[in-house]
């Protein structure tokens, strides 16, 4: 079964992470990773040879591990060839250690605290219950294009100060470079150009007549005390807008089938909404959006799970597979509400990375998911589980449509 990469001695997957097998039943691969195979050279999406990493603590010790780069400087000619932004774009939390990580990120930090992001609340909720009522009538729904899809482009738009009549352009952009079509490959590569231009003009408009949002506040603090390139304020708004968008479309989508799957996990949360925080929890645990964290390249030569990764090769850190650990989680692949915290999951990150806008998304994916069971109590799967459509993707793990009826 076992192929060998390059004389290393380990057993080794008999598909690259975009093999069927994988897409389709990823969980099932993932426990034998970790009971097989644990740290293991693959081919990565993009072709290059990668380390997928898919135990719980070798995972969460990377997360935290400053070894670990995440700037692609630190990547050895040629083994990395990740999807290419351009300079506007690129000088982003995702691409940066301290100090310029420490220093950009604090600029924005103080939008997402807990206590300001609940003072969105009420108008999450406004959001979620309008969308819901243009397609209450109708008995059915696509439920990412009518619901999950448009909430968070509505909230981060909102957050942002960008207008009302750049939101559907705002979104068609996001999802040619979430989901490129394979007939039209330059689709993705001109909205890129198009999201560079319109951020640009957007943030010379807002420099001339500031607003009561981020992307404003963003612009007096680069102008007041030059902390920020005007590179990094192009791409820092790039990030919450693109990340903002992306995770909490597919926490949505996923955790709605999660549990359409369970009804009576769904019972138990719409008789008692006080569950819903751990269900949050429970649900990003379960299914998350982001099954890859972001790809990272070791400084030095460095020991993951007692095995030598080279320095600057690419290691992915497999937080789908580490979520469902049963070192780690007692019936991993059982939802369970009354687990602590979700056990500890790793969907938001772990150490400096940890997701910056991880209490929106929580509050986002609360209001949703308890919006939708409160107003549409019979809600049911509107085609066969096995015809649901999913991103071709291992990195991000998402529904394509999510047809229901109610």
């Not at 039943?25 to 898919?54: K, S």
């Not at 929106?360 to 939708?372: H, I, K, Q």
Request: contains cysteine; hydrophobic residues 45%; proline residues 8%.
């Amino acid at each position: 079964m076992a192929a060998t990469y390059r004389g290393i001695g380990l057993w080794a997957m008999p598909y690259t992470v975009d093999d069927a097998r994988l897409l389709a039943d990823p969980y099932a691969v993932y426990a034998e990773l970790r009971e097989q195979a644990p740290v293991q050279r693959i081919t990565g999406p993009d072709g290059a040879p990668a380390w997928l990493v898919t135990r719980y603590d070798d995972v969460k010790q990377a997360l935290a591990d400053p070894r670990l780069s995440l700037d692609k400087r630190h990547a050895l000619p040629g083994n990395y060839r990740g999807f290419s932004l351009p300079p506007a774009l690129d000088a982003n939390l995702l691409n940066m250690d301290p100090p310029d990580h420490t220093r950009v990120r604090r600029l924005v930090s103080k939008a997402f605290t807990a206590r300001r992001v609940e003072a969105l609340r009420e108008p999450v909720q406004r959001v979620a219950d309008s969308l819901l009522d243009a397609v209450e009538g109708q008995g059915r729904a696509e439920l990412i294009a009518d619901y999950a899809g448009p909430l968070p482009i509505i909230v981060i738009c909102d957050l942002l100060g960008v207008p009302q009549e750049a939101r559907r352009d705002f979104r068609a952009w996001t999802d040619a470079m979430l989901l490129p079509d394979p007939t039209r490959p330059e689709r993705a590569k001109e909205a890129v150009g198009s999201m560079v231009r319109f951020y640009v003009e957007l943030i010379r408009r807002k420099r001339e007549q500031p607003g009561d949002d981020l992307l404003s506040a963003m612009i007096a603090a680069r102008d007041e005390g030059d902390r920020l390139t005007e590179d990094e304020l192009t791409s820092l708004a790039f990030l919450i807008h693109f990340a903002g968008y992306e995770n909490v479309v597919h926490l949505i989508g996923n955790a709605t089938v999660a549990l359409l799957d369970d009804p009576k996990r769904a019972r138990a949360l719409r008789e008692d909404p006080s569950l819903m925080p751990a269900a949050v929890e429970e649900l990003a645990r379960f299914d998350p959006p982001g099954a890859l964290a972001i790809r990272r390249f070791p400084l030095e030569d460095l020991e993951i799970g007692g095995v030598t990764v080279p320095a600057g090769e690419t290691v992915m850190l497999c937080i789908a597979s580490a979520n469902r650990d049963p070192a780690r989680v007692h019936d991993p692949d059982r939802l369970d509400f009354e687990r602590a915290g979700g056990a500890g999951h790793l969907s938001l990150g772990h150490g400096i990375h940890y997701c910056l806008g991880a209490p929106l998304a929580r509050l986002e994916t609360a209001v949703a998911l308890g919006t939708l069971l409160r107003r549409f109590p019979d809600l049911a799967l509107g085609v066969p589980r096995d015809e649901l459509r999913r991103r071709p993707s291992i990195r991000a793990r998402g529904l394509i449509e999510l047809p229901v009826t109610f």
